[in-house]
């Protein structure tokens, strides 16, 4: 209810008082909103690296269901139609969305690739073998699968990829892709082991000794 002046009229904001309420307002927007971002950032980490998780123990149901062989990269199926990974491990995984990166706004169907030395591309000429999980030396530090879809230069977008290519590899079809650092610079990577964890690109793909330390089996 507004008051009346003594002479009748009725007391209200002046434009400097209404000036500073929009000022004090906007100040704390400004306060508000990068923590409100650090803070979506941050839960979208969390929800991209339990997908990583999710997936990799959905490659162990894989493994433990066919002999301890890995599923490939990708396969030609009898009608001559090429199938991704993704499909495989679908059966193994409640939620399909799991193969989506929610911080990844340009895939549609795939954010995450697989090693490219530990996984075999069984369309690629001549290769016929895949993997076997008891193959690898260092499970703990070698790399399953994570967050991929750039070019060489990790800036230049590659959605809807399916393999992360070794760092002594190149780009030479179109399932293939460098790691995508979505995560404060950090990819999520699931370890052959089974563990999840957000690591640097300098920790694990640049300038190592040798170059693919942590992508050999």
């Known amino acids: 209810m507004s008051l009346k002046c003594p002479d009748g009229g009725r007391y209200g904001f002046t434009l400097i008082e209404l000036l500073v309420v929009i000022t004090i307002i906007a100040l704390l927007a400004a306060l508000l909103l990068p923590a409100l971002a650090r803070a979506q950032a941050k839960g979208q980490q969390a929800a991209c690296l339990n997908n990583t998780r999710q997936l990799a123990l959905a490659v162990f149901m894989y493994a433990g269901d066919n002999g301890d062989i890995l599923l490939p990269v990708a396969y030609t199926d009898a009608n001559g139609n090429d199938i991704g990974w ?36 069984l369309t690629d000429p001549g290769v016929t073998t895949p993997n076997r999980l008891t193959g690898f030396h260092t499970p ?16 230049t977008l590659r959605p809807d990829t399916l393999k992360m290519i ?5 780009i030479n ?10 995560h404060s610079d950090r990819c999520d990577l699931g370890l052959m082991d089974g563990h999840a964890e957000p690591l640097p690109l300098k920790q694990f793909y640049l300038n190592q000794t040798p170059i693919n330390l942590w992508f050999t089996p």
């Not at 703990?140 to 800036?155: N, P």
């Not at 079809?173 to 650092?181: I, K, N, V």
């Open 166 to 170: 070794a760092p002594g590899s190149v």
């Open 140 to 155: 703990t530090a070698t790399v399953m699968l994570g967050d991929i879809g750039t070019e060489a230069d990790f800036k």
């Open 173 to 182: 079809d179109s399932g293939d892709a460098r790691p995508a650092a979505r």
């Open 86 to 121: 993704p499909s495989l491990l679908d059966p193994y995984l409640k939620n399909p969305r799991i193969h989506l990166c929610p911080t990844d706004l340009v895939s549609t169907n795939n954010s995450y690739g697989l090693n490219e030395l530990g996984f075999v591309d």
